[in-house]
């Protein structure tokens, strides 16, 4: 059942009782409030839960020069969000309005109340994460990216920003606004994309990890020593390992090259994932999977790409792209695959004008009231055609095989042959695209030789699957499609590790893996017990250097 607006208002926005008022003050501070305090400011990278006991708050934004309150609480109420468990920058301000008294709960404090009280745990972790989804569908000016949407460095900065929950909103280039966004920062940069952090700070062409550190989204992770588990990747599989872990009391550090979900993320809805009738989004899932391993205490940090992996002095040593490192006693490679490209001469000129491997809102703005294609014979292909189908004129779903009864769930092939504007194509391939600055036209190649061309604005990828393993060291085993070995295989009594012990996998990365939602979760809640018998067995690290991933 989908959450009504009215419902998330009320899940955002709760009133502490007595009862549980008296549960905070064992973690909080009390203090007296004057009308103009400042409690908490756009951008401190450390800041309280603050619950009014007297007088009244504001949360108020400060992005466009003048301040916009967004919330006004009284007694009982409180102000705070996600940032408090994952240590992200405050997106507002919160002042006093009418003096009064507060309670002053630090982040550590929160951290902690939400691991041993379930009454308040499940109060504000459920408000949180709705406090969030309002500020994402808000569009919140405190962040604003400027350009063409067509082109590809707009839509990676979109994608890391959606996908990641974090409020922006998007002017084009030719808009008369951007003339006042731009004004206090004099003649702008020669950029294709800028970026305004906050209303202060003006980005040119900046990198998803470059606009994380600009937002304090670059989570730092400070380690005297190793942490119990690193867990690299975060779609389903990785996520299950981190909430699992971190819920059996183990330290555990989890990363990601774009955003949690993985390519499951990116599914536009789940029907088959028991649990959800009416469906779920890969995004929504992920989100609440991020939300349940942050409760218990896992750190999560996005955006870092592993590079390498290494063992020295008893632990093992996670290298990522810009240079940082991260040390475990164990490792869960949870990296998932990869939708293949289409393999065609043209298709650099088109990555994110024309071609995508995904199928969101995001990527359903470039379809209104066009034809797309949609290529690939699994669920994920037939959910985007579906999908696509409310936004676009036409959706031809072409495949390769002579019919979709070997790769795609019996329910979804009979809903796709239902939709009026869904076309489906069989032994057909796609053999080339035209277009000048984006994608204008696809040709097609049928069974029979036969060729066609169409004019589509898009075409989705979702062909195959490429395991993410470039990265291992050549002492882990892989099968001969580059999927990771695990047990047996691997010369291991461990179903899930691999041939360098201490190091396991699970999910669509691992050879033999059910590509589905439901058994990624699965794995990734089964591994955690070998991770233990791994650990318990296992000679102690010696603490090598303190080591400070992060800017």
């Not at 997106?91 to 404090?109: I, K, M, N, S, W």
């Not at 119990?228 to 990747?233: Q, S």
Request: glycine share 12%.
């Amino acid at each position: 059942m989908s959450v009504t607006p009215d419902d998330l208002q009320r899940q955002a926005f709760p009133v502490f009782d007595a009862a549980q008022i008296t549960a905070l003050r064992a973690y909080s501070t009390e203090r007296p409030t004057q009308t103009g305090d400042v409690l908490f400011e756009v951008g401190d990278s450390y800041y309280p839960l603050v619950v009014v006991l007297e007088g009244r708050t504001r949360v108020l934004d400060r992005s466009q020069g003048a301040d916009r309150v967004i919330k006004e609480s009284g007694p009982g109420e409180f102000h705070g969000d996600l940032g408090l468990l994952t240590g992200q920058r405050a997106f507002a301000a919160c002042v006093v309005a009418e003096p009064g008294r507060v309670l002053l709960a630090q982040p550590a404090a929160v951290q902690e109340m939400i691991r041993t009280v379930p009454d308040l745990s499940d109060l504000l972790v459920v408000a949180f994460a709705a406090r969030r989804q309002i500020l994402m569908q808000s569009a919140a000016a405190s962040l604003t990216i400027i350009g063409v949407e067509e082109t590809a460095s707009v839509r990676t900065l979109q994608e890391f920003l959606d996908r990641n929950r974090i409020p922006h909103r998007f002017i084009a280039r030719v808009d008369p606004a951007v003339t006042t966004v731009l004004a206090p920062f004099g003649y702008p940069p020669p950029a294709q994309t800028l970026v305004v952090v906050r209303g202060a700070r003006l980005l040119a062409d900046p990198t998803p990890i470059e606009l994380a550190r600009a937002l304090g989204l670059d989570l730092v992770v400070d380690q005297a020593g190793p942490a119990d588990l690193l867990v690299v990747g975060t779609g389903p599989a990785g996520l299950a390992t981190a909430v699992y872990s971190a819920s059996e009391g183990l330290s555990t550090v989890a990363i990601d090259n774009i955003a949690i979900g993985g390519q499951a993320g990116t599914s536009s809805r789940i029907e088959n994932y028991l649990g959800f009738p009416s469906g779920i989004s890969g995004g929504e899932l992920a989100f609440r999977g991020e939300v349940q391993a942050i409760k218990f205490g896992a750190r999560v940090t996005v955006p870092r790409r592993a590079m390498t992996l290494r063992e020295r002095d008893g632990c093992f040593v996670v290298g990522m792209d810009d240079g940082a490192e991260l040390l475990g006693r164990s490792v869960v490679i949870a990296t998932g695959a990869r939708y293949r490209r289409l393999g065609l001469p043209e298709q650099d000129r088109f990555e994110g004008v024309g071609i995508y491997y995904a199928a969101t809102d995001l990527e359903a703005r470039f379809c209104g009231g066009n034809e797309v294609v949609v290529v690939g014979g699994g669920n994920s292909a037939g959910q985007a055609s579906m999908f696509l189908s409310r936004h676009a004129r036409r959706v031809h779903h072409v495949y390769r095989g002579s019919g979709l009864g070997a790769s795609m769930s019996e329910y979804l092939i009979a809903r796709l042959q239902r939709v009026p504007n869904i076309k489906l194509w069989f032994g057909t391939n796609v053999i080339a695209l035209h277009g000048e600055e984006k994608l204008e036209a696809v040709t097609l190649k049928g069974p029979q030789g036969d060729k066609v061309q169409l004019s589509v604005s898009a075409i989705f990828a979702m062909i195959g699957a490429e395991p993410c393993t470039g990265w291992l060291p050549a002492a882990i085993g892989l099968d001969p499609r580059g999927f990771v070995l695990t047990g047996a295989d691997a010369g291991t009594s461990s179903s899930y590790e691999t041939s360098m012990p201490g190091i396991f996998a699970v999910g669509d990365v691992r050879s033999g893996s059910v590509k589905r939602v439901a058994s990624a979760v699965g794995e990734g809640s089964v591994v955690v017990q070998a991770v233990h018998r791994y650990l318990q067995d296992a000679v102690p690290a010696v603490a090598p250097e303190p080591i400070v991933a992060g800017a």
